[in-house]
């Protein structure tokens, strides 16, 4: 999944302290870990412009809450509905001149600049953006020993570079973080829906022809594109069910893992990838296929990915990053609003876009979302394709639990554009960046 889930680590019994949970140490007695708060969904049936002003009105009183500083500050502007939406209500509590700061690249595919701009444009901010092409491997180094795990988002490093160029211009930045999460904006809760009629196909299609075909469609340069979300949306759907939409999070088949891992390593591990996913979708108290993905989201997903992620990268600068859309209440009352109101058809986000979508500029409320990963498989097979090859080759953690000839299988294929194994491969390269530092080459 990109991330360690909690409360494991990669450190021997050292445990992480789940969110919400209090740990209470007395004297003579054996630690007590509770839980203090949970999300509940409750299906209130109102009209749906009651829910569209309750909601701007929690929005307001929660960005004016995060704005109380006494020192400068500034907000993430990816030029996406989130990100714009904190930045008109910024720009209503603080007036003209809120400091806004967006992150580029020489690719057009995975850049937002355009969009940013616009949105700057039109609340009168003082912009600043910046170019990250290619990403050198000290950043990804030094990153990688701020978050302590290995930790392969692929926004994750450039979020890094974001907040140090932040940093030298504000100390507190306000982020878009949570409105993903608690509105269904993310693919894979369309490809979750997309899947349900996908599988009324006879199962021998579906593995014999199509799967095959869809594979051997070759990569290309864009961030996205026809073949790419095809190739993605195949490999999730072929995945176990009780997975849920994770499945479009996690970027190993069985087949793959049994190749890849020697025996010695798959011997050691937990072969119930899902597990986790499923632990979590079992507390939640909704019935509703997309109430339990927004709670797996919000309770597996966020903590160790997401808010892990801007925080440590953040804090790395000295930079505090603050999270509007994760005040508990406006979680609270987003979960009150029926799913069909958030995803209705393919749309994502419905409802908010609803909401914000005459105070933002034109086009900005439904126009696709980006988000801040950057082309790492475009520079695996260029400026860090030399990189990749010299730090799996001697890497020992690679050595001693993976197959090389499968490893140097993964990079000529990924190479060679047949195949797009980036995620393995950048997570491969993480690991061993991570093992290097904290335990040695």
């Known amino acids: 999944f990109e991330f360690v889930p909690g ?53 307001d009183e929660s960005v004016g809450c995060h704005l109380v500083s006494d020192v400068p500050l500034g907000a993430f502007l990816s030029g996406g509905i989130d990100s714009s939406a904190l930045v008109a209500f910024m720009q209503k509590h603080l007036g003209q001149g809120v400091k806004t700061f967006s992150l580029g690249y020489e690719n057009r595919t995975y850049s937002e600049l355009e969009y940013a701009r616009r949105v700057a444009d039109y609340f009168g901010t003082e912009h600043r953006e910046f170019i990250l092409d290619p990403i050198d ?5 030094k990153a990688l020993w701020h ?29 878009g973080e949570g409105g993903d999460e608690v509105f269904a904006g993310y693919d894979r809760f369309k490809a979750s829906k997309a899947e349900r009629w996908y599988h009324l196909l006879p199962r021998w299609l579906r593995r014999e022809i199509i799967s095959p075909l869809v594979e051997r469609l070759p990569d290309n340069e864009q961030k996205k594109g026809v073949s790419n979300i095809l190739q993605r949306f195949i490999a999730g759907a072929d995945l176990p069910e009780e997975g849920g939409h994770m499945r479009w999070q996690y970027f190993l088949d069985p087949a793959r893992e049994e190749g890849l891992l020697r025996e010695t390593a798959r011997n050691r591990m937990d072969r119930r990838p899902f597990a986790p996913v499923a632990a979590a979708a079992a507390g939640c108290n909704s019935k509703e296929r997309l109430d339990r993905e927004i709670y797996v989201d919000t309770r597996f997903t966020m903590p160790d990915s997401v808010l892990m992620k801007v925080d440590k990268m953040s804090m790395a600068h000295s930079l505090e990053v603050r999270v509007p859309f994760l005040d508990h209440r406006f979680v609270e009352l987003a979960a009150s609003i029926p799913s069909r109101h958030k995803l209705p058809g393919f749309t994502t986000k419905a409802i908010f876009k609803k909401a914000m979508r005459d105070r933002l500029p034109p086009g900005i409320a439904y126009r696709k979302k980006q988000g801040y990963s950057f082309p790492i498989k475009n520079w695996l097979r260029g400026d860090l394709r030399g990189y990749m090859r010299e730090r799996l080759h001697s890497s020992a ?32 390269i993480c690991l061993s960046i991570w093992h290097d530092l904290f335990f040695g080459s």
């Open 137 to 141: 491997h000290e950043t990804v180094e």
């Open 7 to 59: 409360p494991e680590t990669l450190f021997e019994d050292i445990y992480k302290l789940q969110p919400v949970h209090c740990l209470k140490l007395e004297q003579g007695k054996e630690p007590e870990i509770r839980e203090y708060w949970d999300l509940k969904f409750r299906d209130v049936h109102r009209p749906e412009e009651e829910y569209i002003a309750d909601l701007l009105g929690e929005l």
């Open 147 to 175: 978050f302590d795990e290995p930790m392969t988002d692929l926004s994750a490093v450039p979020f890094y570079a974001m907040a140090k160029k932040a940093r030298e211009h504000v100390t507190v930045c306000v982020s």
């Open 397 to 428: 953690v690679i050595r001693e639990n993976l197959v090389p000839g499968e490893v140097d299988r993964l990079m000529e294929e990924h190479i060679a554009m047949t195949h797009n194994h980036s995620h393995i491969l950048w997570a491969l």
